[in-house]
């Protein structure tokens, strides 16, 4: 089955700074990354998206990239910002299996004022 | 509220009793999902259905796991005999699937917190 990888576990910058979070993924038929943020004690949020026939995805500070050769995807968060602190999970999934999630072990972002 | 909701949002419970969690998919989404989440890591898939049929177990989901989505709409976990290894949030979510190519976002409730004494 998929195993998707996650670096770094936590990562501290400074606010203004950018964030770069990324992933890896072993199967090859996975066609749809997307990343969500989790607060503490709440719900896990898609904040982006991409599918396998882009290589970028921007939505205001946040962008996604994907190297489907090299299998691995990127999350970039610039000019952070205190609320960007939280979880960030990178997923993976594949129409034939269901669409079902296979998460990596997150990112604890936190944004230093 | 029209999001995915879930009941209880907090279950202690004894281990060996039994234990019901329930979820409201948005509606009209014909995809629901349960997974766990253990503190500090992602989230694991449990099983899934597509409308009233459920299409798959994961090998985490042992044989005192039950889940049902009756009519297609809400749908329930039922632990049974539940063990220490059990505590954990379990989240369940929705998405709409379109037509054989569809690979459509998922929507994720508030997360049911089991603690199992």
């Known amino acids: 089955g998929e195993n998707v990888e996650q670096h770094p576990s936590t990562l501290s910058v400074q606010e203004g700074d950018s964030a770069v979070i990324k992933c890896t993924y072993s199967d090859s038929a996975s066609n749809y990354f997307p990343w969500y943020k989790q607060e503490l004690g709440k719900r896990p949020q898609l904040i982006i998206d991409i599918r396998s026939n882009v290589g970028e995805k921007k939505d205001q500070r946040i962008a996604v990239t994907l190297n489907k050769t090299a299998k691995h995807f990127s999350l970039h968060i610039t000019e952070t910002q205190p609320e960007d602190s939280a979880v960030y999970f990178c997923?993976?999934?594949?129409?034939?299996?269901?669409?079902?999630?296979?998460f990596g072990g997150g990112t604890r972002v936190l944004v230093k004022p | 509220d029209t999001g995915v909701s879930q009941d209880p949002r907090h279950k202690i419970t004894k281990r060996g009793q039994n234990v019901t969690f329930r979820c409201d998919p948005i509606?009209?989404?014909?995809?629901l999902y349960w997974y766990r989440q253990t503190l500090g890591q992602g989230p694991e898939f449990l099983t899934y259905f597509q409308n009233e049929a459920q299409l798959e177990k994961s090998r985490l989901l042992s044989d005192r796991f039950s889940a049902e989505r009756p009519k297609g709409s809400f749908s329930t976990l039922e632990i049974q005999r539940t063990e220490q290894g059990d505590s954990a949030m379990y989240l369940c979510a929705s998405s709409h699937i379109r037509g054989l190519a569809g690979v459509d976002e998922q929507f994720f409730g508030p997360g049911t917190r089991l603690t199992v004494l």
């Open positions: 997923a993976a999934s594949h129409q034939a299996a269901g669409n079902k999630l296979t």
């Open positions: 509606s009209e989404h014909n995809r």
